[in-house]
């Protein structure tokens, strides 16, 4: 039986009676999380975003851009690939490869806008407040703002920071956020 992450089960439920859903992914690596949404949310979905550059990035303190394309270039390179294997049974998926920021920028110019957003990107806070602060205007009112690894201490400190009142899922790694039906 497969065991799915306590965000994918919080979004299936809560768009139990959705359709047309619009969502996207920060961070996608080899597809796995994708993966279990399109499989879980499946039909209901009518876009779903997957955002990464599939650059290396700099989370191991390696500064010099060259060696850290020299060690982990190859990998992101099959990372990329792997996942638009997996994902290539979704029409629904649009891949985005560039960077969080700069693609919910062109999304937001475009007027696009989504029922959820699942953060899983670079984990310090400085990012993470970044991509926070890029994607919440792009969640619909009433929609969910969301993300992974709630347990390091640059994604909590980043959410505790911008985003009043959050919950923890069942598990406490995935943070999630309901966006005000009004402005505050
Ligand atoms: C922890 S992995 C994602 C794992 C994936 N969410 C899952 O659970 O299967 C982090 C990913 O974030 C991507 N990433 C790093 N910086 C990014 C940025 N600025 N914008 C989008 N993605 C980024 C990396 O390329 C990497 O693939």
């Known amino acids: 039986m497969q ?3 306590p965000i994918n089960i919080y ?8 359709s047309g859903l619009k969502g996207a992914e920060i961070g ?5 999380n994708a993966f279990e949404i399109a499989s879980l949310l499946g039909d209901r979905l009518s876009r779903l975003y997957l955002v990464d550059p599939y650059i290396p990035y700099d989370e191991n303190s390696i ?4 060696e850290l394309n020299y060690r982990y270039g190859p990998f992101m390179q099959k990372q990329k690939e792997k996942a638009r294997r997996k994902l290539e049974p979704y029409s629904f998926v649009n891949f985005v490869y560039e960077p969080s920021v700069e693609a919910a ?6 007027g696009e806008l989504l029922d959820f957003v699942y ?12 991509d926070i602060t890029a994607w919440l205007p792009l969640v619909k009112p009433g929609g969910v703002l969301s993300g992974h690894d709630f347990n390091f201490k640059g994604v909590s400190a980043a959410v505790r920071a911008l985003l009043e009142p959050y919950e923890l899922l069942p598990g406490g790694t995935d943070w999630v956020y309901i966006k005000p039906e009004k402005e505050k």
């Open 3 to 5: 065991i799915f992450r």
């Open 11 to 18: 979004l299936h439920r809560r768009f139990e009676e959705a």
């Open 28 to 32: 996608v690596l080899s597809g796995d």
């Open 63 to 66: 500064s010099n851009r060259d």
């Open 105 to 110: 920028g062109r999304l937001l110019a475009e």
């Open 119 to 130: 953060i899983d990107a670079t984990h310090t806070e400085e990012e993470v407040r970044k």
